[in-house]
């Protein structure tokens, strides 16, 4: 088969690879969509400390199972023919956070297409606990975009959630938007975003958002009593400082986006002291896949921020595509060419 295959740190190409077989409790899914990530970018460029080279990426993937190894089905598992979303993340269950249930931060983390082949491929093998049976009503977007939800659904069980606050997000990609949306299904009385990209602006506006804008300045809330709740969708230290200073007193900032393990950003402290504001971190997936399918079969309507959908063999296009940062999710379809 044709699968993605990073060699090395800066050296990626599909190629041809073995089709895979399924281990026993393992089931094997032909792709369909595996959506393209700033993990991805990390994993090609290197800085993914767990990654073992050569490595096929890819973890945010949907498909059809088109084979079953022995034990594979279990009671609940998935059969030949089933479409499903696979859950890429792996805990050990046995270390001291797994054991506390807090599998998100395992000490021995192991994900599909960060520690093993992944979803860039035409047929990837998974553990069939990995895999959740989707309805055939989901769109190809939707269904591709699952993994990431189910990451912004742990954003907002991490936050207290009441009804009628008002949210700030910074960022209007993917993630940003998607937090946006599922806030506004929490009873959110407003969801504003700030971005620096007038793109992305423009469509953030399309996308339901109450305001669109280069800075929190240009908000009432932003310049005067602030927000209840404040997200942090971009990574970027000076969102993160500029956003802990629009917090309302007594509200809530959460750090959604991944930050340079390296930087250090600067806050007030006696401003969290005085305004009892609370501080949050959420980390990828936590019990938060099926809900995130449950949300979707709901209604929430995400498929407009699926921009560019690329076949395999186009993987460096994609990849040019997303650091140019002008598109929304990539979706990679591995086995669109010869489906024609
Ligand atoms: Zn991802
Ligand atoms: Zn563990």
Sequence with gaps: MRAVVVTEPGRVAPADVPDPRPEPGEVVVRVSSCGLCGTDMHILGGELPPVTYPVIPGHELTGEVVAVGEGGEGATGPAVGDRVAVDPNMPCGACHYCRIGRGNLCEDYRAIGVTQAGGFAEQVAVPARCCYVIPASFSEASAGLIEPLSCAVHGLNRLPRRPGEHYLIYGAGTMGLMMAALVRTAGAASVSVVDLNEERLAF?????????????????????????????????????????????????????????????????????????????????????????????????????????????EDFDTAVARFKAGTGRKIHIAPNQAKEG
Aim: hydrophobic letters at 45%; charged letters at 20%; glycine letters at 12%.
């Design 204 to 312: 953030a506006e399309s996308f339901g958002l109450d305001a669109a804008v280069t800075s929190a300045d240009k908000l009432a809330l932003g310049k005067g009593p602030g927000f209840e709740v404040v997200v942090d969708a971009t990574g970027a230290v000076p969102a993160i400082e500029d956003g802990l200073g629009r917090v309302r007193k007594g509200g809530t900032f959460l750090q959604f986006g991944v930050a340079d393990p390296a930087r250090k950003a600067a806050f007030s402290p006696y401003l969290v002291y005085n305004s009892e504001i609370d501080i949050i971190g959420s980390m990828a997936v936590h019990n938060s896949f099926q809900p995130a399918i449950d949300v979707l079969a709901s209604g929430l309507d995400l498929d407009p921020l699926v921009s560019d959908v690329y076949g395999l």
